[in-house]
């Protein structure tokens, strides 16, 4: 892909570009790395997009229309954020609401609420302490980018190193052997929302900071990219397996995509068409490696009963 842009656009090789790339997908990385987490447990959240709006919205409003100042402000919304994570939980553990149900219900409810508070306008006068974490640099590198390195670091650790990263392949492989081999199933499935959650209100945020602006529209379709990089970097659907390092991968081939497609003027509409045709191919990849896991599953026992069948006449 990378040759196919670089072939067709003297500037997508450029250092400003490829910096544009990386600042680009950073915030995509941080929302899908929360992504990953449900998807590792054979669940989903399609409310990132609106969580993202609403609590970019309300950090923006917080510091400028009621005078908290720009922290107060932005842990607040990081809070909200992680609240409506939870009430998807809920839904999802203690309602027994299937995860694409409960989450596209709190697309509508969290789209919503962003409508009214914002009451359709964008909310400005952001100061230079809120900007900064949309504009700012630290060391030459934009900000966006060093809280995308220091989530990524965080959450491999976590699912690499520590038993809740365990439990959480463990679920996604079976709920029910999970449950009866004691992992707390309910528990841990909360968290991963609330993670999930937690992620998307800190993309909203770096996306008001980096606009200068919270939009009411902001986010709107981004469910589908934050579901298709981690799948692209080999997540599956079903979950069980995939990693933060795939999810990253995944998230920066989405974002030289949608960069090559911006310099080569491809309109907008035609871009929704590509994105949903990869994503489309990125599943139909992870239905054949499934297939192909459960085919190798169920003949190995009929290999092993093979084999002691013929163990007596050799």
Aim: charge should be neutral; include cysteine.
């Amino acid at each position: 892909m990378i040759g196919f842009f670089a072939t067709l656009s003297d500037r997508f090789l450029t250092s400003s570009n490829l910096l544009n790339i990386a600042l680009q997908t950073s915030i995509l990385a941080i929302v899908a790395i929360g992504m990953t987490y449900t998807l590792l447990t054979a669940g989903i959240d399609l409310s990132v997009g609106s969580v993202m709006a609403l609590c970019g919205a309300l950090a923006a409003g917080l510091a400028v229309r009621q005078g908290w100042g720009t922290y107060p402000g932005i842990l607040t919304a990081l809070g909200i954020g992680a609240a409506l994570g939870a009430v998807n939980g809920l839904m999802v553990v203690g309602g027994g609401i299937p995860p694409f149900v409960a989450t596209l219900a709190m697309l509508g409810v969290a789209r919503g609420l962003t409508l009214v508070y914002t009451q359709g306008r964008p909310i400005a006068g952001l100061d230079e302490s809120f900007r900064f974490w949309g504009t700012g640099d630290l060391l030459g590198l934009p900000m966006p980018i060093i809280v995308m390195l220091v989530i990524f670091v965080i959450a491999t650790w976590v699912l690499n190193q520590t038993r809740f990263g365990v439990h959480l392949r463990a679920i996604g492989g079976n709920a029910e052997t999970a449950r009866l081999a004691g992992i707390p199933v309910a528990r841990d499935t909360m968290i991963v929302y609330v993670i999930s959650g937690l992620m998307a209100a800190l993309g909203g945020i770096l996306l008001t900071a980096r606009l200068w602006s919270a939009q009411p529209t902001a986010g709107v379709g981004f469910e589908l990219d934050a579901i298709a990089a981690p799948v692209l970097g080999g997540t599956s659907l079903f979950g069980g397996v995939g990693s933060i390092t795939g999810t990253v991968i995944g998230a920066f081939i989405m974002g030289t995509l949608s960069n090559g497609l911006n310099l080569l003027d491809v309109p907008s509409y035609y871009q929704q068409v590509i994105k949903g045709a990869v994503f489309i191919l990125a599943v139909l990849v992870d239905v054949y490696a499934k297939r192909q896991m459960l085919g190798q599953a169920r003949r190995l026992p009929d290999e092993a009963a093979a084999t002691e069948a013929q163990a007596p006449s050799q």
